[in-house]
Every structure is written in structure tokens, then in C-alpha cells.
């Protein structure tokens, strides 16, 4: 008998060249408009790190930079330890498809120490996601189906009546069950549609041109949470000259903060 | 009669070597209590590619990742353009001192279009930076002198007292009249003390390691706000393992959101 591999991690396998690099394709299930969904690229180029032989600690920044649209088809990794610290290890990556960037990211991976800690930002007070139905997208790229969302507010309805704010809340989880761990939080940073689709409640031009995002989470917070969903909350500040920003935060059911990201987005 | 060059940009004077990388030094004036202050750090990363001659457009996203501590001494940058767009450009940044490197950082270079805008942030209320006097720290590092403090919450006072939040908001300009730009509002994005501190209101131990800053304002915003105080807010989210996050706005003194920025800092 054979376990089967779950959609996620099928889209991030990677192998080892033996120069150091890595060879990946992203499957057709985390297919986007143009190209893989940028979540689960950011997630390759994490994993790229995090099965590094030399990885020390675990992820603590991610930056992804969209250099150039990615295509439907094997890609290459590379990457390169630029400093191992007493507690803290700064990596840089580059994806690139017959031999053009396509895309670059600098990894932080961090040793977690036990010191003083607060949470100041609050978890907004929203109906539980057992309450409430799974939306149904009236359309969309074939990445949606592969995960369950539950809005609070702030769904994509298609309706072309433009919203005042473009704020969503959503719990989020995989579709087919799988344990929460960094590389589906670095996905699910970016599972939010583009601010500009939720503000005009139309698909637009638009795309993520560079995602920056913290893990708050410790290993055992990602093993409290399991397979449950995960509130996603995400705000426009500033749509101006063709490019707006995106802030998000990630919650884990009990209200602890498990990541927080923002993102600079092409539109028109 | 020369004119007197200020003070930042004596601190960012960038000399090009003959293999396109370029030799610069922070001046004391900028000295942070161990190396030269982040901010001005950013902003050298920022200028070796705003004045490269391959530059396109104006600062979009600057992510810079705090390899190693900076010595108050001479440094090398390098740039690498790694693809033009028709409205973007990436760039990897590095800088090194004898051979080590000491930072990285990924600049997006964009041309602003015209486009549909909005702004969702508002900008919070507060009294004008011409009823408030400016703030004496009772000590600190000497990059302290190079700006005018006018805070309405938040204030570094080291009474030891801890606060409940970290928030900060402070009207900021260079101490010597300088007109804003792209770098001044880069460096401007640290001019924040760590949140642990503001939380604490003593000198811990805290180090920025990455940062990032998406830049809304186009070069009329900049002349509009000419040499008057910006507003910066800062917060800090969550404090938790030895890695704290920090969100910053940076407005006009006419409620226009001039950039937004994040940072992942260590604390201990």
C-alpha cells in the first residue's frame, strides 16, 4: 500500500542536480491565469532552503520577487548561503526556465530562542469556520479548487459593483486535508486575490510583483493547528501609478498571529 | 562660494569603480551604536542603483537583508540588473566590506503610469508638527542628531516603565533642511527605534535584519512635501521567539500615504 502525495507536495517536488541545484515543475492543479499560482512558487523557492543539507533553523523571512511571468514547465533552483550567524542564516535564491531569471528570493532562516513575548495585534472577532459554507467561485484559475474557503467578508462575487474597502477576511485551509507547516503558510500568504479584483468585484490586470512575509510560528503552533483552517485577513493601503500594496495577516484558530506579509502588485 | 553638501548626502557619497561596482563610507554623523545606522545603509543600497546608468524609472520595493554587522568603514557595492520589463526592473544589491559581504537587498525599479488610484489607509489625526516641540533624548546613538523628533505617542523616554503597546507616531525631518527623495524617505522607513524598546522604554539588545519598503510616492508628492515633517507611525505586531515584526506609514503632512514598510528585527 502506498500513501498518496498530496497535491501540494506533488507541485513542490524537487530534485537534487548534482551541482547543488534543484529541478521542479509546478503540476497543473496550482495553475494560475498566466502561469503556476505565485503562492506555491514562493513555496519552492522556501523549499529549496529548507532541504538545503546546509539549512540551520527554520523560515523566518521570505522575500519573492516576480521577475518575469513563469511558465507552465520545468524550472531550475539555485541557491546560494550567503551567511551562517549564531542565530540566524541568510540565503539567496533564483529560479530560472532555460536560463532566464524568472524569478529571485532571499530566505531568512532563523534558530527560535526563548525570550520575552507579546502579541499586540489582536485576532479580529469573526464567526468560527465550522459556521459558515465553503465559497463557490463563479469562476477563476484551476488554484482555487485546491484550497477551501470560508469569507467573512470581502468575497469575490463577480458583481462589478465596486466595494468602498478591499479588505477580506477568509478562513483557508488545503481542500484535500494536510498538516499546516512553513511552506503552506508561505503559500497561503499569498492566497488572496488581488485587492483591485475585490475593490472593483471584477477580474482585472494584476499581478504580484514582489511578497514579503514573517513566520511568527514555532513548530509547535503549526502542529496545534493540524488541518483546521486558518483566518486569512487582507487590506489594501494605497492603489497608485499602476502598482498598490497588499498586507496580510495569517491567524491560527486560537488567535495567534502565524504570519504576517505584504506585497506590492501590478495593476491596471 | 560652494554650496554646502548636507550632511546625508556626505553620508551616501558613492565613488564608481572601474567595474561598475561603487566605494562608499558612512560618515560618523550617522554612527548607530554599533556600525552606521540601517537606514542610511538602505539608502546607499538604494543609490547604487537609482544612479546606475541602467536605472529605469523611480523606487518601487526595496527589501534589504542585514547580513552581517557593518564597520564603520569603508564598503564596496555591487548591482546586478537582473531583467528589464516594460514597466519594471529587478536589481540584486550587495555590499561588502574586505571581501565579506554585509548586506543584500533586491530593489524594484518602476514607471509609474496613470491609472485608476484610491487610498484605503487614513491617515490617523494628529496635532501639526509646528505646535510640537521637538524631542531631546535623554541619550542615544549620534544618527539621533541628523533628524527632529516631534512625537505625539510613543517616545523613547527610558523611564523603564513598560507600555502596553508599541506604538510610535512621530512628525520627522532631517535636522539640517533637506528637500525629500526617493533615499530620504528609505532612510526614513528605519528612523524607527525597535518596537522592544518603545515596549520596554529601555536600550535592549534589537537588530534590524530585513526590511522592506514600497515606495507610493511619485516625484511631485516628494516636491509638494519639499523639507516639511513626514508623519511616521510604527507598530509592532508580534514579539515571539527572538524575532519581532514592525510595520511603519510614512504620510505626508497632507494625508497622502508616501511609502509603507516592514521589518523583521531581533530582539532579545
Known amino acids: 500500500m502506498t500513501e498518496k502525495i498530496h497535491p501540494f507536495d506533488q507541485a513542490l517536488a524537487l530534485t537534487a ?69 549564531r542565530t540566524n542564516q541568510h540565503w539567496l535564491v533564483e529560479l530560472s526556465q532555460q536560463g532566464e531569471i524568472a524569478c529571485t528570493a532571499t530566505v531568512l532562516m532563523v534558530v527560535k530562542r526563548e525570550v520575552w513575548s507579546d502579541q499586540e495585534l489582536r485576532m479580529p472577532s469573526v464567526a468560527p469556520a465550522e459556521e459558515l459554507e465553503a465559497f463557490q467561485f463563479p469562476m477563476g484559475p484551476t488554484w482555487l479548487k485546491q484550497y477551501e474557503f470560508k469569507f467573512i467578508n470581502g468575497a469575490l462575487t ?22 499546516l507547516d512553513y511552506l503552506s503558510l508561505a503559500a497561503c500568504s499569498d492566497v488572496f486575490f488581488p485587492r483591485s479584483f475585490v475593490k472593483t468585484q471584477t477580474f482585472g490586470m494584476a499581478g504580484t510583483v514582489s511578497l514579503t512575509t514573517y513566520f511568527h510560528a514555532d513548530e509547535a ?27 496580510a495577516e495569517l491567524w491560527s484558530k486560537t488567535g495567534e498571529l502565524l504570519a504576517t506579509s505584504m506585497q506590492l502588485v501590478y495593476y491596471k
Open 221 to 247: 503552533s503549526l502542529a496545534e493547528q493540524g488541518t483546521d483552517s486558518i483566518l486569512g485577513v487582507a487590506r489594501g493601503q494605497r492603489f497608485a501609478h499602476g502598482y498598490f500594496d497588499q498586507s
Open 158 to 179: 463577480l458583481s462589478g459593483q465596486a466595494l468602498a474597502d478591499s479588505e477580506s477576511m477568509v478562513w483557508v485551509r488545503d481542500a484535500v486535508s494536510r498538516p
Open 17 to 85: 542536480n548534482t551541482d547543488g541545484s534543484f529541478q521542479g515543475e509546478i503540476t497543473p492543479a496550482y495553475a494560475n491565469m498566466v502561469g503556476p499560482f505565485g503562492g506555491v512558487v514562493s513555496a519552492a523557492m522556501l523549499k529549496a532552503v529548507t532541504t538545503h543539507t546546509q539549512a540551520v533553523g527554520v523560515p523566518g523571512a521570505l522575500t519573492v520577487n516576480f521577475v518575469a511571468p513563469i511558465a507552465e514547465a520545468p524550472f531550475q533552483i539555485t541557491t546560494r548561503l550567503v551567511k551562517t550567524n
